[in-house]
């Protein structure tokens, strides 16, 4: 019988295209929530008074529905990010390695959160902060440039 190619980091290759698979559709979904959030909260036409509340409390609700979204669209950004870091480790060939000890992250683990970068152990040292994570969220402008989405429509001073 004929075994099963397995890369280094324990999962085949057809595994490894059904994470990918996995991370770009909730990579996908994400966008797509963030998008109807950004509608909901940001695009609202202020010009029309008849949803301009006429009472501070009204306007306090109004003010913490648009935080809580804000809150939301921010957690969600920073899945995004490491759904990003996930897939440029597919690319480079140390997805579902552990980014701290270097052991393979569990199946299991990978089929709750795809987009884990840590085993089970270090996250829970992450968790009690006696590991200090390497936070890819202050620069996770590069995963976002702009020129990654759409038409760039500033001109060169």
Known sequence: MKKKKIDRDGLTP????????????????????????????????????????????????????????????????????????????IENGTYGICEINGETIPKARLQAIPWARYCITCAGLIEKGLIVEDIPFDTGDEFFDESNFGDDDSEDD
């Open 14 to 89: 057809a595994e490894i295209e059904e994470f990918k698979a996995m991370l770009w559709a909730k990579r996908n979904e994400i966008l797509g929530n963030v998008t109807t959030m950004e509608c909901e909260a940001l695009r609202r036409d202020r010009s029309d008074l008849s949803i301009m509340p006429t009472h501070l409390a009204d306007m306090g609700t109004d003010n913490y529905e648009i935080d809580n979204i804000l809150g939301l669209m921010d957690s969600e950004r920073k899945i995004l990010i490491e759904i990003e870091i996930a897939l440029s480790h």
